[in-house]
Nanobody, 123 residues
Framework: QVQLAESGGGLVQAGGSLRLSCAAS????????MGWFRQPPGRNREFVAA?????????YSGSVKGRFTISRDDHAANTIYLQMNSLKPEDTATYYC???????????????WGQGTQVTVSP
């Protein structure tokens, strides 16, 4: 089993920044492709960003590209981050990290999920 734990959420004003972290524990002997998703209030879960196991490939949804940056910890391969800048009220959501079976933007390609961390952006 693999456990994923997100941290770093909170309340921020529009235009501000937050950095989310996700640490994997359990059976994590190998590096994996990983990603971030979010679920805004009353809406379906949506893809935010993905990063390959090596960190060499990254991908973003159109709504966050240029504002958010996904990265891996150089010293802990199964720890990833999501740097969120220029936050907007529409970024308000519960943010989830997940481990992927393959590098993908589709939720069905991810097999382990964290519990989520709340991000609230006030106008």
């Amino acid at each position: 089993q693999v456990q994923l734990a997100e941290s770093g959420g909170g309340l921020v004003q529009a235009g501000g920044s937050l950095r989310l972290s996700c640490a994997a524990s359990g059976r994590t002997s190998s590096s994996y492709d990983m990603g971030w998703f979010r679920q805004p209030p009353g809406r379906n879960r949506e893809f935010v960003a993905a990063i390959s196991w090596s960190g060499g490939n990254t991908g973003y949804s159109g709504s966050v590209k240029g504002r958010f940056t996904i990265s891996r910890d150089d010293h802990a391969a199964n720890t990833i981050y999501l740097q969120m800048n220029s936050l907007k009220p529409e970024d308000t959501a519960t943010y989830y990290c997940a481990r992927a079976r393959i590098y993908s933007s589709r939720a069905l390609d991810y097999d382990y999920w964290g519990q989520g961390t709340q991000v609230t952006v006030s106008p």
